[in-house]
C-alpha cells in the first residue's frame, strides 16, 4: 500500500455514509434528483482526486476510496450504480471489482494496458477500458454512457445546459482565453459566465449570442454537442 493510502481510507471508510454519496443531482437540475451513487476506486489519492475534480465540475457527487480492501464492504453496504476502479492495485483487480456485483457498472484505469487485460474486462461486461493518465473528455464520455446504459441520462434541459457549458470552456481554452477576458469581450460577468460553463445557470439567447460573437464562431456552434 503506498504511503498515505491510510489516511485516504480512514477519510472515506465509510463512504455511504459521507455527505458525498448522497443521491445525485446536478446543480442545474429542476424537479427531481436521479439517485447515482458513484464510486471511485484507486490507491493513489491524487488520481481519485483528479477523477474526483472532474465529475463534480460537472455536477456529479462522488465518492473514493484508496483502500482497495474496503471495496467489498462498500458494494454491500450501498447500491453503487457506477465504479471507476484502477485494474492494479495490492489486494485486488479491478476485474475483482467486474465480477463481484454485475448491477453495477463499471469503467476500468489503467497504466499498463495489454490485449489481454482488454479481453478480460470485455468479457467481465466492464463499460469501458481507459488508459491513465485518464483524459477529462474519455472519463465524461464513458460515464455518460455507462449512465445510460442503465437509464439513468441527465435530464434532457439539463443535458443541454451541461453540453452547451462544456462547449463553451473548451472553445475559450482553445483560444487561450480566460474567464476575465471573455467577460471583457462580451459585457457579462466573470461569475455568470462561469455558472453557464459549470452548467449552474441557463444562458439566455442573447447571451449564447454574445459568448458566440466573442469566440468568433456562428451561434449553431454552440449546440454542435447537443
Not at 475483482?96 to 479481453?119: F, K, N, P, Q
Request: charged share 30%; glycine share 6%; net charge neutral.
Amino acid at each position: 500500500m503506498p504511503e498515505g493510502a491510510d489516511v485516504g481510507a480512514e477519510r472515506t471508510a465509510s463512504a455511504v455514509d459521507d455527505p458525498a454519496f448522497h443521491p445525485v443531482h446536478s446543480p442545474a437540475r429542476r424537479g427531481g434528483t436521479v439517485d447515482i451513487r458513484t464510486l471511485v476506486v484507486d490507491d493513489d489519492q491524487d488520481s481519485c482526486d483528479l477523477i474526483e475534480r472532474i465529475l463534480k465540475r460537472e455536477g456529479y457527487r462522488v465518492a473514493t476510496l484508496t483502500d482497495p480492501r474496503k471495496v467489498e464492504d462498500e458494494l454491500r453496504k450501498a447500491d453503487v450504480h457506477l465504479a471507476i476502479v484502477d485494474l492494479k492495485m495490492p489486494d485486488l483487480s479491478g476485474l475483482d471489482v467486474a465480477r463481484h456485483d454485475s448491477d453495477c457498472s463499471v469503467i476500468l484505469m489503467t497504466g499498463y494496458a495489454t490485449l489481454d487485460s482488454a479481453v478480460s474486462a470485455l468479457r467481465y461486461g466492464v463499460v469501458d477500458y481507459l488508459r491513465k493518465p485518464v483524459r477529462e473528455d474519455e472519463l465524461l464520455g464513458s460515464v455518460n454512457r455507462a449512465l445510460a446504459a442503465k437509464g439513468l441520462s441527465l435530464l434532457p434541459e439539463e443535458e443541454l445546459h451541461r453540453n452547451i457549458g462544456t462547449c463553451i470552456r473548451d472553445l475559450r481554452k482553445k483560444r487561450s482565453l480566460t474567464l476575465k477576458q471573455l467577460a471583457k469581450r462580451t459585457g457579462l460577468s466573470v461569475s455568470l459566465l462561469s455558472q453557464i460553463e459549470r452548467a449552474e445557470s441557463s444562458a439566455s439567447v442573447t447571451s449564447l449570442y454574445k459568448i458566440a460573437h466573442a469566440l468568433k464562431i456562428r451561434l449553431p456552434e454552440l449546440f454542435a454537442r447537443v
